[in-house]
């Protein structure tokens, strides 16, 4: 079982460039994440959604955009990097109910310059 | 904004020995998760407490939870190396939304 799965796994941006940060599980899990981490300060929710096709903003949305087109990918866009949103990346999925737990990837380290 | 705070922020102990961290959250939860990150990784789910329920063990895991004074906290017994990790508590308020705390970050010494 592969679980969550984010690509690339390291990346060095200029201020100004895009890219896009994949996310893939293989668990059928209708809900995915996107959080950042930054030291002492715990993990953030940047966006999420709740199934196929829809996205929902979290806590720190600005400067991203996501998308859902399959159940099992989320994507993380950023248009125009800024040194900011230099972080630690986590996806993370899990099954709608309450009680179930969430499942990371092992995140995605991204250092812009 | 976070919901849960973890206390504290760092702890020290010798292998063998016990580590007790906790977490305050302030609004009504549905229930309380702990998960460990070991570094450069991500998180792995630990153990959950619903909000009906007062005391959970998971083989050297033992969580409480006091809903009245809304706190948690995890203890871990028997100290070992591999136990070193940043752990965080989590508050479920729907079906969708986590929100995590701080952390604490336990250093397990030989």
């Known amino acids: 079982n592969a679980g969550v799965t984010q690509t690339p796994k390291f990346r060095v941006l200029k201020t100004g460039q895009s890219m896009t940060l994949l996310c893939a599980q293989d668990m059928n899990h209708e809900y995915m994440y996107w959080y950042r981490q930054d030291p002492g300060m715990g993990l953030r929710l940047i966006h999420y959604?709740?199934?196929?096709?829809?996205?929902a903003k979290g806590e720190v949305p600005d400067g991203y955009n996501v998308s859902r087109l399959k159940k099992q990918n989320f994507l993380l866009g950023l248009e125009s990097a800024a040194p900011s949103q230099t972080s630690v990346y986590f996806c993370?999925?899990?099954?709608?109910?309450?009680?179930?737990?969430?499942?990371f990837g092992d995140g995605t380290r991204l250092s812009i310059l | 904004s976070q919901q849960g705070e973890e206390d504290p922020q760092a702890l020290s102990i010798q292998e063998g020995e016990n580590a007790t961290m906790n977490c305050s959250y302030k609004t009504s939860i549905n229930n309380l998760q702990w998960y460990r990150q070991n570094s450069g990784r991500g998180l792995v789910h630990l153990i959950l407490?619903?909000?009906?329920?007062r005391e959970k063990h998971s083989g050297r895991l033992r969580v409480t939870l006091d809903t009245s004074k809304k706190s948690s906290s995890l203890l871990i017994t028997a100290s070992r190396a591999a136990d070193t990790a940043s752990y965080f508590c989590a508050t479920v308020v729907n079906d969708y939304k986590l929100s995590f705390g701080a952390g604490t970050t336990v250093t397990v010494r030989a």
């Open positions: 407490i619903r909000s009906n329920e």
């Open positions: 993370a999925s899990k099954y709608r109910p309450f009680d179930q737990p969430q499942h």
């Open positions: 959604s709740v199934g196929e096709g829809t996205t």
